[in-house]
């Protein structure tokens, strides 16, 4: 598994944010949840490596008023990746050997897919962030869909790391891909998914004017050059998800 050389040694911005969202445990392992109970469309957002983020929040939070139920799994059992532990990048093969890979984080995603199952959830789609956008790969499989007992319908993919050829080939639904100029040409790999009875829903749009995290932990949302992307993507993410998980 090999990341983004940004999303290893570029640390999180501080941002101020005051959710408001609701927050439950179980299991020893927190779940925030945006957007009102009720609805019928579930999201499971995968955050990045520095985990419950205030920007990403924030994100949910405007997701979960688009008309969603969001359910954000804390996948890093309140041990996310921080400026500390970047600087001396000693937690690179740590958390790529003990932490990143689906068999250390399926069963927390199927926990958030049965508790928006639990509340009336019909359909549910995953969007991911720099490392979480592999697990988002990885739920979208033949596999993972046996295994998490229902389908996730469709993906967004935001300025992903660690994907693989392999990740395209095993898709099971729609992809929704924005990389930004410090993630890899994906056009080989793109075409893989779209040459799928599903491709024709699946889109690509690269945001060459920005970095690596600008729509979750590393982005400024305080400069309009990158809200106003930001904003676009989620836009985006919402158009996306109405359309593949209402199909």
Same mark, same amino acid.
């Given at each position: 598994?090999s990341f983004?050389?940004?999303?290893c040694?570029?640390?999180?911005? @501080?941002?101020?944010?005051?959710?408001? &969202?609701?927050t439950?445990?179980?299991?020893?392992?927190?779940?925030? =949840?945006?957007? @009102?109970?009720?609805?019928?469309?579930?999201?499971?957002?995968?955050? $990045?490596i520095f985990?419950?983020?205030s920007?990403s929040?924030?994100?949910? $939070?405007i997701l979960?008023?688009s008309?969603?139920?969001? +359910? +954000?799994?804390? =996948?890093?059992?309140?041990d996310?990746?921080?400026?500390e532990?970047?600087?001396?990048?000693?937690? +690179?093969?740590?958390f790529r050997?003990?932490?990143?890979?689906? /068999?250390?984080?399926?069963?927390?995603?199927?926990?958030?897919?049965?508790?928006?199952?639990?509340?009336?959830v019909?359909?549910? &789609?995953?969007?991911?962030?720099?490392?979480?956008a592999?697990l988002?790969m990885?739920?979208?499989?033949?596999?993972s869909e046996?295994?998490?007992?229902?389908?996730?319908?469709?993906?967004?993919?935001?300025?992903?790391?660690?994907l693989e050829? @392999? $990740?395209?080939v095993?898709?099971?639904?729609?992809?929704?891909?924005?990389?930004t100029?410090?993630e890899?040409?994906?056009? &080989?790999?793109?075409?893989?998914?779209?040459?799928?009875?599903?491709?024709?829903?699946?889109?690509? /749009?690269?945001?060459?004017?920005?970095?690596h995290? =600008?729509c979750a932990?590393?982005?400024? =949302?305080?400069?309009? @050059?990158?809200?106003?992307?930001?904003?676009?993507? +989620?836009?985006?993410?919402?158009?996306?998800?109405?359309?593949?998980?209402?199909?």
């Amino acid at each position: 598994m090999s990341f983004v050389s940004a999303c290893c040694n570029t640390p999180p911005v @501080e941002a101020e944010y005051k959710p408001t &969202g609701e927050t439950s445990k179980k299991d020893n392992v927190e779940y925030y =949840f945006a957007g @009102e109970k009720g609805n019928k469309i579930g999201i499971v957002f995968c955050y $990045d490596i520095f985990g419950f983020h205030s920007n990403s929040l924030q994100v949910a $939070d405007i997701l979960g008023r688009s008309g969603f139920r969001v +359910i +954000i799994p804390d =996948f890093l059992r309140g041990d996310p990746i921080t400026a500390e532990k970047m600087s001396n990048g000693t937690w +690179i093969p740590e958390f790529r050997a003990n932490r990143a890979a689906w /068999e250390h984080n399926k069963d927390i995603f199927r926990a958030a897919v049965e508790a928006l199952r639990t509340e009336g959830v019909e359909s549910v &789609g995953a969007v991911g962030f720099c490392w979480g956008a592999k697990l988002v790969m990885s739920a979208l499989t033949e596999e993972s869909e046996k295994f998490l007992g229902t389908s996730v319908k469709s993906g967004v993919l935001i300025h992903p790391s660690a994907l693989e050829k @392999e $990740d395209f080939v095993n898709a099971t639904g729609p992809i929704l891909l924005l990389p930004t100029k410090d993630e890899p040409d994906f056009t &080989g790999s793109f075409a893989i998914a779209k040459a799928k009875p599903f491709g024709e829903m699946s889109y690509m /749009e690269r945001f060459d004017n920005q970095i690596h995290g =600008f729509c979750a932990a590393r982005g400024d =949302f305080s400069k309009p @050059e990158v809200s106003g992307d930001v904003n676009r993507a +989620i836009q985006m993410t919402v158009g996306f998800f109405k359309k593949t998980l209402l199909a």
